[in-house]
């Protein structure tokens, strides 16, 4: 473990960060102290395009895997540092390319729709990648009568085949940590609150019964920007409870209420401030995509760029 030679452990990181030519990202599920010590909080897709504009020479992703194969995918001349390998990601681990593969084969028409939280070597099997921001006008830029294979979140692919009404097939995945957040207690905070605005994240597991009752469905990026711009005081947040010290101190004079205090993404948590300091020390761990397969998701991703 990182040792600290002098300051505090922040003042440690940042001096650290201007030797190596370093950025610090960090991704809206984070904890409150490592999204202080970042350059730019976000969610993955934005954190990457911000990397890819940058001068740095090195990007310490404090966020999950797939996250950071995303950042090496678009920016492969800079140095990709996740503080914590087993920073990994429910969801995407319930897609290999092996399967993929295969059911690409049962449907060789089909145009496969990878959601972001995905492995590189899945986005190497897709023709788009998407975020839950993009997923509804990706969907729709492909042509009429299509049928499309949409991985790996069930959730968000039902909500966007009910909004598209088009002709899905959904992979059964989902993420453990949004399957906590439950009907009953959104309910319950609802009529306690009953002034708030109810805001909802596509991967909820309970998405498919609550979205008729969600004043907005939307990503992360969404949400931050949703409860800056709204005229309400209140939100009940169905998300990672890691983004709510973002929008408390963004929009002081409002209130937020978690739809779950269980919804903790135990991996997005494994990053520490200890172990950013590490990371800058030693210059671990590197994630790197094979080329051959960078390329490949590349096409996926620069697919979505050109629809959003
Ligand atoms: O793309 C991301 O960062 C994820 C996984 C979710 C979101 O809504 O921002």
Request: net charge neutral; charged share 25%.
């Amino acid at each position: 473990m990182a040792k600290q030679l002098f300051g505090t452990i922040e003042e440690e990181i940042q001096a650290l960060k201007v030797e190596r030519k370093a950025l610090i990202l960090a991704h809206n599920y984070q904890r409150p102290e490592v999204q202080e010590a970042a350059d730019f909080i976000g969610d993955s897709l934005n954190l990457a395009r911000f990397a890819q504009k940058s001068q740095a020479e090195v990007l310490v992703f404090c966020g999950v895997h797939f996250m950071a194969e995303t950042a090496s995918i678009l920016c492969p001349e800079k140095t990709v540092l996740l503080p914590d390998l087993a920073a990994g990601c429910s969801l995407a681990a319930m897609a290999d390319a092996a399967p993929v593969r295969a059911w690409k084969k049962a449907h060789p028409d089909g145009v496969v729709v990878s959601y972001v939280n995905t492995s590189a070597a899945v986005k190497a099997e897709s023709d788009y990648c998407c975020t839950s921001s993009n997923a509804v006008k990706v969907v729709r830029a492909i042509p009429d009568g299509k049928e499309i294979l949409f991985l790996p979140d069930f959730f968000l692919g039902s909500y966007v085949k009910k909004i598209t009404g088009r002709n899905i097939h959904l992979w059964q995945g989902y993420c453990a940590t949004h399957t906590v957040i439950k009907t009953e207690k959104i309910l319950e905070l609802k009529k306690e609150h009953p002034r708030a605005q109810f805001i909802m994240h596509p991967e909820c597991g309970c998405s498919t019964r609550m979205m008729d009752c969600a004043d907005q469905v939307l990503s992360t990026e969404g949400m931050t920007q949703y409860v800056k711009n709204s005229p309400a005081g209140e939100f009940i947040v169905a998300t990672e409870t890691g983004i709510i010290p973002r929008m408390q101190k963004e929009n002081p004079q409002k209130r937020f209420y978690a739809a779950s205090e269980q919804a903790v993404c135990g991996y997005m948590k494994q990053i520490t401030l200890e172990k950013v300091l590490n990371s800058l020390e030693r210059l671990e761990y590197r994630v790197k995509v094979p080329r051959p397969v960078a390329e490949r998701a590349r096409l996926a991703i620069e697919r979505m760029l050109a629809i959003v």
